[in-house]
């Protein structure tokens, strides 16, 4: 595992303890949101009472105008830790892999598996809003989504790819050599005969959309794997197969550039827009069960909030966090009264 440039800036970043890398981030979380005067004092005498406690955050300020440019996952899961419960198993897992990922450089203190310096580190990889096109030596197709990143592994028995993370849709060439075609994410494998189909990884588990040809799923331990023929999905563990469904189409309109939305919980549908935008999206509990339809162009996610906002009598409560970041909350407009609307 090669190291990236920005460590170069703080070589000594891997000395840090780790319990003090992890308080350090624990205050950049805090920071995220409208710090009082008494929190922003008690950070500034943490800084002071150790030369580790400034050297962690020397190594935080010194990674901080290269982290949006990457458009890398961290600035992601700072929001997330941010928005999730002081206390929370959520909050102190997100600090402990963001702590490795910031500061153990080549060395790794634990057996974490490091996926954003992966998907750092891909052979292709897509910002945040970006999709990509590729076309590999033996003409299958593959598209990215936003925020994806893959490594392409052909060899003389196989044709592998591993999706690192995010989604791609892959449409497969007949391989002169006859080679297997298949892509691997940390669940197992998706192996494709004859196909065009989706794959996206979504938390603990895999996503797969098949649309052409079939495909035949693989966990990576204990189950029994499954085919699945064209017009058909279901998501995979590493231990098991979920239920077997009908294939959505409209989950591709990424690739023709849209979200479409049929009756999407309002939640729902802002958790997938806010796959394109560098600002954390969320709504008030109140008004999550509002229900979205239509078709909303990804390029343009400021103009999607705006559509939905005005049709469901919403209003948008912006917040600006630490390095510039935002949070942008949907909340009832005053004197509405909610309704379930399609835009």
């Known amino acids: 595992m090669s190291a990236s440039t920005w460590y170069k800036h703080t070589p000594d970043a891997a000395a840090v303890p780790p319990q003090v890398a992890e308080r350090a981030l624990e205050w950049l979380v805090e920071l995220q949101a409208q710090p009082d005067a008494e929190t922003v004092a008690a950070w500034q005498r943490w800084r002071a009472a150790h030369a580790d406690h400034e050297r962690a955050w020397q190594r935080i300020e010194s990674v901080r105008g290269r982290l949006q440019p990457l458009a890398s996952p961290v600035s992601s899961a700072i929001a997330q830790a941010a928005l999730a419960p002081r206390g929370s198993a959520r909050r102190r897992q997100i600090v402990k892999t963001l702590a490795v990922t910031l500061f153990a450089g080549g060395a790794v203190w634990g057996a974490a598996e490091l996926t954003p310096w992966r998907e750092w580190n891909a052979d292709y990889r897509t910002a945040i809003g970006e999709r990509r096109t590729l076309v590999l030596a033996d003409g299958t197709q593959l598209m990215l989504n936003t925020a994806s990143a893959a490594n392409i592994a052909y060899g003389a028995a196989e044709r592998r790819i591993r999706l690192l993370g995010g989604e791609l849709l892959a449409t497969t060439a007949k391989d002169a050599a006859a080679r297997p075609f298949l892509i691997e994410t940390a669940h197992g494998a998706a192996h494709a005969l004859g196909t065009r189909y989706a794959v996206r990884l979504a938390g603990d588990a895999t996503e797969v959309r098949v649309f052409e040809g079939a495909v035949r799923l693989e966990p990576r331990h204990g189950a029994a794997a499954v085919v699945l023929p064209a017009g058909q999905q279901a998501r995979f563990s590493a231990t098991d197969i979920g239920t077997v469904s009908a294939a959505d189409l409209a989950a591709i309109g990424w690739t023709d550039g849209f979200i479409i939305a049929h009756g999407m919980r309002l939640d729902d549908f802002l958790a997938e827009l806010g796959r394109y935008s560098r600002d954390h999206l969320s709504c008030d509990p109140a008004v999550a069960a509002l229900r979205v339809s239509g078709s909303f162009p990804v390029a343009d996610v400021g103009r999607v909030l705006d559509t939905v906002a005005g049709t469901l009598a919403l209003r948008a409560e912006v ?25």
Do not use: I, Q
Not at 319 to 334: I, P, T
């Open 319 to 343: 917040r600006e966090r630490f390095w510039g970041a935002r949070h942008v909350r949907l909340s009832l407009a005053a004197n509405a009264t909610a309704s379930v609307r399609s835009s």
